[in-house]
T-cell receptor, first 110, second 113 residues
Framework: EDKVVQSPLSLVVHEGDTVTLNCSYE??????LLWYKQEKKAPTFLFML??SGIEKKSGRLSSILDKKELFSILNITATQTGDSAVYLC??????????WGAGTKLIIKP | KAGVTQTPRYLIKTRGQQVTLSCSPI?????VSWYQQTPGQGLQFLFE???????NKGNFPGRFSGRQFSNSRSEMNVSTLELGDSALYLC????????????FGSGTRLTVV
């Protein structure tokens, strides 16, 4: 059965810290891996990764995919209180079906 | 441009009742996917509609059904509500159904009492 596992499930850090969120997967017919940020209700898109070893960056956020070891990490440097959210990882299989992890709840303390 | 609109925003229903939720996608988006989100469970895929046809279906009981109209608007129906159906129901639209193009609505918070 296809599955996506995120760790940790929750994380509390102080402003300015660097955090690493993990996403491992076992999905047949892998097409891509996506990261989303969910602050209140509607998740918003962060990154899509399809190739191994190529880092995607957007400001203080970056992500990389390892297709051999079947995992991805999302890094956030110099965290701010506005980074507090649930971070969701999803893997897109064939036929556009997305398999989602349970999410990592990140709390940034001032 | 207008985003994905879900109505109603909040809903309280009694066990045994049925409910219909609505999702209006972004103009030009032909795919609408529905998800159930409960605390600690992540997003559980319900079904996806593309051009009025159900293209994918998750592992939910038959009490959960949906449809899509010719203008791409979609409805989801849950019959014989159970307490465990209390959740945030999210819909997402995209042009093709690929996750990269997903835009989520703000969801409908359903509480079953």
């Amino acid at each position: 059965e296809d599955k996506v596992v995120q760790s940790p499930l929750s994380l509390v850090v102080h402003e300015g810290d660097t955090v690493t969120l993990n996403c491992s997967y076992e999905v047949t017919n892998f097409r891509s891996l996506l990261w989303y940020k969910q602050e209140k209700k509607a998740p918003t898109f962060l990154f899509m990764l399809t190739s191994s070893g190529i880092e995607k960056k957007s400001g203080r956020l970056s992500s990389i995919l390892d297709k051999k070891e079947l995992f991805s990490i999302l890094n956030i440097t110099a965290t701010q209180t506005g980074d507090s959210a649930v971070y969701l990882c999803a893997v897109e299989a064939s036929n556009y079906q997305l398999i989602w992890g349970a999410g990592t709840k990140l709390i940034i303390k001032p | 441009k207008a985003g994905v609109t879900q109505t109603p925003r909040y809903l309280i229903k009694t066990r045994g009742q049925q409910v219909t939720l609505s999702c209006s996608p972004i103009s030009g988006h032909r795919s609408v996917s529905w998800y159930q989100q409960t605390p600690g469970q992540g997003l559980q895929f319900l079904f996806e509609y593309f051009s009025e046809t159900q293209r994918n279906k998750g592992n939910f009981p038959g009490r959960f059904s949906g449809r899509q109209f010719s203008n791409s608007r979609s409805e989801m129906n849950v019959s014989t509500l159970e307490l465990g159906d209390s959740a945030l129901y999210l819909c997402a639209s995209s042009v093709t159904g690929a996750g990269y193009g997903y835009t989520f609505g703000s969801g409908t918070r359903l509480t079953v009492v």
